[in-house]
């Protein structure tokens, strides 16, 4: 009616509340809605550009998603549970790999490399082959020292590159290649890291800088960010 004309119903604001985590497969884009989920976890959608459509994919709370060809895996977190799922794209068939907290997940060949997370600390690399995942074989531990934050864990070689948080003190970068009896701290103080090969990139809290480090050359390339 001419009553109803130019009338634009009111938007509610919303403010989302927890975790999102964000990854793309197969031209689409998957990601958790941290309005459709509980405390630490969101339920996973997925949205196709082409067809501006978004689909629930998983209902359960989920904390982190990790592709390997056609399987998902995620991370779910109901309450302060957490467990590690496997997904077969093509058939939906879902199966448990474990039932610890599971993050920065590496896949190499038939296995898969992760970091356990414990709420009191002392997070260590593991390692599972895709081929105990459904049995009764234990994960293998492949490194379990200084606690490693859950802020980005990377693997060159045989070397891998994480961020450890100590009893006191900042944050720092550290790598740790397996054999070697300790990892090795690389003096720079570091929040989130990211990695491309032996090259990491790094957020420097202390500095409040992005800083990029290879072969033990520092150089900032943005400062000023907080």
């Not at 414990?118 to 997070?123: E, I, W, Y």
């Not at 934050?149 to 045989?158: P, Q």
């Not at 990892?183 to 990029?212: C, H, M, P, S």
Request: charged fraction near 20%; charge should be negative.
């Amino acid at each position: 009616t001419d009553l109803m004309a130019g009338f634009v119903p009111p938007v509610e604001p919303v403010t989302p509340a927890g975790n999102t985590v964000v990854a793309v497969y197969n031209g689409e884009i998957y990601y958790t809605d941290p309005t459709d989920g509980v405390l630490y976890g969101a339920c996973l959608y997925k949205y196709d550009p082409t067809t501006d459509q978004h689909v629930k994919v998983i209902a359960d709370d989920v904390a982190g998603i990790w592709f390997s060809g056609d399987q998902l895996y995620y991370s779910t977190c109901i309450l302060t549970n957490y467990a590690l799922f496997r997904m077969d794209l093509t058939t939906g068939e879902t199966v448990k790999v474990n039932s610890d907290r599971c993050e920065d997940l590496i896949f190499e060949g038939e296995y898969i490399y992760y970091l356990e997370v414990h709420l009191t600390g002392s997070n260590r690399i593991m390692r599972i082959s895709v081929f105990d995942i459904g049995t009764d074989a234990e994960p293998e531990v492949i490194y379990d020292d200084k606690n490693i934050a859950v802020t980005g864990m990377f693997k060159s070689g045989n070397t891998f590159y994480f961020v450890v948080t100590p009893a006191l003190g900042k944050q720092k970068l550290y790598k740790y290649t397996v054999g070697d009896t300790k990892a090795t701290d690389l003096g720079e103080t570091a929040f989130e890291l990211v990695a491309d090969g032996d090259t990491l990139y790094f957020y420097d809290d202390y500095d409040n800088a992005i800083k990029r480090y290879v072969g033990g050359s520092v150089t900032t390339l943005v400062s000023g960010v907080t």
